[in-house]
C-alpha cells in the first residue's frame, strides 16, 4: 500500500508543472555523482599511475572482470553529473534567477560546473593512451605560459617524466571531488535524490554502460594523425591553432568564468551587456566545438 502511494505520488510530481528543470536536474545530477564515486572507487583500485599506464588501463577493460562495465559506468555518470550540473546552472541563468543570489552563493552554484569539467579532463589524461598524452603536454605547456608562477603551478598540476600521470591521478581521485564536495555542501542536503531518481537514473546509466562502448583508446606509440581531445576542449584547441596558448587556453576561459560568476552585481543595461555576451560567447564556443568534432582534424604535432 506504501509503495503504491510512493509510486502515484511520484507519477503526479512528474508531470506536475509544479516542478520544473530547477528541480530535476539537480537531484539527476547528484545520483550520476553517487554512480561516479562508487565506479571510480573500484577503478582506483587497480589503476596504476606510474609506468605503463596505457597497459593499466587495458588490463581494467580487458582483464578484470566486470572492468569494462565500470570504466563505463564511470565515464558515463561523469559525464552525465557535469552536463546535468551545466545544464542546471544554465537553467538559473536564463530564468535570471542570479538577481536572487549574492556574488559568492552565485560563485558557489557555478564553480562546481568549472570543477566538473576539470575532473573529466584529468580523467581524459588518465587514459595514458594518445590522445591522454596529449592532453597532459597541453595543460602543462599552456599553465607554463602563464606569467611569474606560471612554471610552479604547472608543477603542482602535472610533471613530465615517469611521473607524468600521477599528479592528475592525485587531483582527479583526491583534491578536486573534495573541493567539489566542499562547494556543494550547501546544496547536497536540499537536491539530495530520492530512491526513485537514484533507481531511473542508475538502470539508465547501467543500461548504458552494458550497450554502449567507449572511445576507442589509441596506444601512446601508434601512427595516427587524428588527435583529439575531450569534447568540451575542441573549441580551445581550435583556437590554439590561431592564438597564442596564454589566451585561447588561460585569459579567454578565465574572463568568461569570472563574468558569469559576476552577474549577480550587474543592473540595468550593464545586466543585458554581459548577459547577451555571455550568450553570445557561448554560441561562438559550442560552434567552435561542434567545428572540431565533425570537420577538423588535429596533428598531435601542431602544438
Not at 582506483?44 to 572492468?67: D, K, L, Q, W
Not at 588518465?126 to 606569467?147: Q, Y
Request: hydrophobic content about 50%; overall charge positive; charged content about 15%.
Amino acid at each position: 500500500m506504501a509503495n503504491s502511494r510512493s509510486i502515484i505520488c511520484w507519477k503526479r510530481r512528474l508531470f506536475s508543472t509544479k516542478y520544473d528543470l530547477s528541480f530535476y536536474l539537480p537531484r539527476l545530477a547528484l545520483a550520476s555523482l553517487l554512480l561516479c564515486v562508487l565506479s571510480g572507487l573500484v577503478l582506483a583500485f587497480h589503476y596504476r599511475p606510474f609506468g605503463n599506464v596505457f597497459e593499466s588501463i587495458e588490463e581494467i577493460t580487458t582483464v578484470i572482470p566486470y572492468g569494462f562495465f565500470f570504466r563505463r559506468l564511470h565515464y558515463a555518470s561523469g559525464q552525465a553529473f557535469t552536463i546535468l550540473t551545466m545544464l542546471h546552472v544554465l537553467d538559473y541563468f536564463f530564468k535570471k534567477r542570479y538577481q536572487g543570489y549574492s556574488v559568492g552563493k552565485w560563485f558557489l552554484l557555478t564553480s562546481p560546473v568549472c570543477i566538473s569539467f576539470f575532473l573529466l579532463f584529468t580523467g581524459f589524461i588518465l587514459k595514458g593512451d594518445k590522445e591522454g598524452l596529449f592532453a597532459g603536454n597541453i595543460l602543462l605547456n599552456t599553465v607554463s605560459e602563464i606569467p611569474v608562477f606560471g612554471a610552479t603551478l604547472s608543477c603542482l598540476l602535472i610533471r613530465p617524466g615517469t611521473g607524468f600521470y600521477f599528479l592528475p591521478y592525485i587531483h582527479h581521485c583526491l583534491f578536486l571531488p573534495l573541493l567539489l564536495v566542499f562547494l556543494l555542501y550547501d546544496h547536497i542536503k536540499a537536491w539530495l535524490p530520492e530512491r526513485n531518481f537514484i533507481l531511473i537514473t542508475t538502470l539508465f546509466l547501467f543500461a548504458y554502460s552494458i550497450f554502449v562502448k567507449m572511445p576507442v583508446d589509441i596506444p601512446p606509440w601508434a601512427d595516427s594523425s587524428t588527435v583529439k581531445g575531450p569534447w568540451f576542449f575542441l573549441g580551445i584547441q581550435r583556437l590554439l591553432r590561431i592564438i597564442p596558448p596564454l589566451i585561447a587556453g588561460i585569459i579567454i576561459p578565465v574572463v568568461f568564468f569570472l563574468l558569469f560568476s559576476i552577474m549577480p552585481l550587474f543592473k540595468g543595461r550593464l545586466q543585458i551587456i554581459a548577459r547577451y555576451l555571455l550568450i553570445l560567447s557561448t554560441l561562438f564556443y559550442a560552434a567552435l566545438t561542434l567545428a572540431g568534432s565533425f570537420f577538423m582534424e588535429y596533428s598531435c604535432g601542431i602544438f
